[in-house]
């Protein structure tokens, strides 16, 4: 069964913003680390500092 497609992947967001869809996420960082992210939590920050976070998977 495929999750429903809210948004494109590569959709970007920033630390600090809701997150907008239960995803795998990527810090666009050097040496990034996918992340599960749910929907509705806050995107994290990295050392301390904002980056930007890019969707490169849908999860349920």
């Given amino acids: 069964m495929q999750p429903k497609v809210s ?3 590569g959709k970007i967001v920033r630390s600090g913003d809701v997150c ?6 990527k810090p666009l960082i050097v040496k990034p680390k ?3 992210i749910r929907r509705n939590t806050i995107m994290p920050a990295r050392k301390g500092k904002v980056v930007f ?3 490169h998977g849908y999860i349920d």
């Fill in 34 to 36: 996918v992340e599960v």
């Fill in 20 to 25: 907008p869809c239960n995803g795998l996420w």
């Fill in 7 to 9: 948004m494109p992947l």
């Fill in 53 to 55: 976070w890019s969707l």
